[in-house]
């Protein structure tokens, strides 16, 4: 998998609004799509 393959991948997983992990192991390179869930938040004022 070439850089611009990975690249363009983790372009449309960002554009669906989660995040994107690139990990490399022994067999190769491997990209994780993780959802962001909000639990709880404080905007403040």
Known sequence: MTDKEIGKTAREIAERG????VKKNKDGIVIFEEKVKIVKSDKGQ
């Open 18 to 21: 989660n995040t994107a992990k």
